[in-house]
């Protein structure tokens, strides 16, 4: 089976056919209320967000696990996958999407 990829010229790029310099506005009047208030987004997403952040940097100043005032308590550091509850940066996506892993652990 032969593929040709076949691109027209103003399509990849090498040349460029115009002088303009930013792209074409879809919104025909830039100043319009609707426009501005687009471009600013909702703020109550904005304020969701700020407070999931917040969320998850209190949480983690008060861990004590892997710290030196954790490790003079006798904090242990937590170990085990997102299945235990741990959180969602500290999980290794890839170490359990191992395809090799799947296979030696699959039963024939």
């Known amino acids: 089976v032969m593929v040709r ?9 090498r040349v460029v056919y115009t002088k303009q310099a930013e792209g074409v506005s879809p919104v025909k009047d830039p100043t319009s209320d609707m426009a ?3 471009k600013q987004g909702s703020k109550v997403v904005k304020q969701v967000r700020e407070n999931q952040e917040q969320g998850k940097f209190r949480a983690r100043f008060w861990e004590l696990a892997g710290t ?5 308590m006798g904090v242990k550091d937590k170990g085990g996958s997102a299945e235990d509850g741990e959180a969602e940066d500290d999980y290794d996506h890839r170490q359990s999407g191992q395809y090799g ?5 699959q039963k024939t």
Do not use: C, M, R, Y
Not at 5 to 13: N, R
């Open 101 to 105: 892993d799947a296979l030696k652990n």
């Open 36 to 38: 501005i208030l687009a």
């Open 5 to 13: 990829e076949t691109t027209p010229p103003f399509l990849d790029g």
């Open 68 to 72: 030196s005032i954790g490790k003079v």
